[in-house]
């Protein structure tokens, strides 16, 4: 593995809402309008403004992503992305690789440097984080080992568990 590449992500546990960096990616519903867990929180933090631009999106379907303004946020942008609600069939996969793929293509059109994301369809959705873990590790080395424009990206986990389940698979890594 690139340890080059791997120097760019960096895992934390903390609230996603006051990370410092370009763009925060918010694990949302179809609809894009808010809901519970990181989407009601981001939503929250950023203020009104948000879901009005929000509401002028139109959704965004499973796998996509879709940017807006960060508001009251201390990052810049919010990339919206929809992860699946796990169904342990293989579509699964393909889409949560989409989210992170598709999030991390918006990050490059749009001149971002950092970027953090949350643990996409860990929570409601229930994806198993192990696997969801593994996809979004390797899907960011994948695209920063292509895409050298992006600086860092920030795994931002919620729970301590999740901490420790990235933090041990990037140690497997290196």
């Known amino acids: 593995m690139d340890k080059e590449i791997l120097d760019k992500i960096e895992i934390a546990q903390g609230d996603i809402t006051r990370c410092e960096v370009d763009a925060i990616v918010n694990a949302a519903n179809t609809s894009l309008l808010g809901g519970g867990g990181v989407d009601g929180a981001i939503h929250r933090a950023a203020g009104p403004e948000l879901l009005a631009e929000c509401r002028t999106l139109g959704g965004c379907p499973t796998g996509e992503a879709r940017i807006t303004g960060g508001y009251n946020l201390p990052a810049r942008y919010v990339i919206h992305t929809v992860g699946p609600v796990y169904s342990a069939k293989p579509k699964d996969k393909t ?76 140690q497997s890594l290196r």
């Not at 080395?141 to 389940?165: C, D, G, H, Q, T």
Request: aromatic share 14%; charged share 15%; hydrophobic share 45%.
């Open 95 to 170: 889409l949560l690789t989409s989210c992170y793929r598709n999030s991390l293509q918006l990050a490059i059109d749009n001149g971002i440097a950092s970027i953090a994301f949350p643990a996409i369809s860990c929570g409601v959705y229930g994806y198993p984080i192990e696997a969801a873990c593994k996809i979004a590790v390797d899907t960011t080395v994948a695209f920063l080992s292509a895409n050298p424009a992006i600086e860092k990206v920030f795994f931002m986990l919620f729970s301590e568990k999740n901490y420790r389940i990235y933090g041990r698979y990037l």
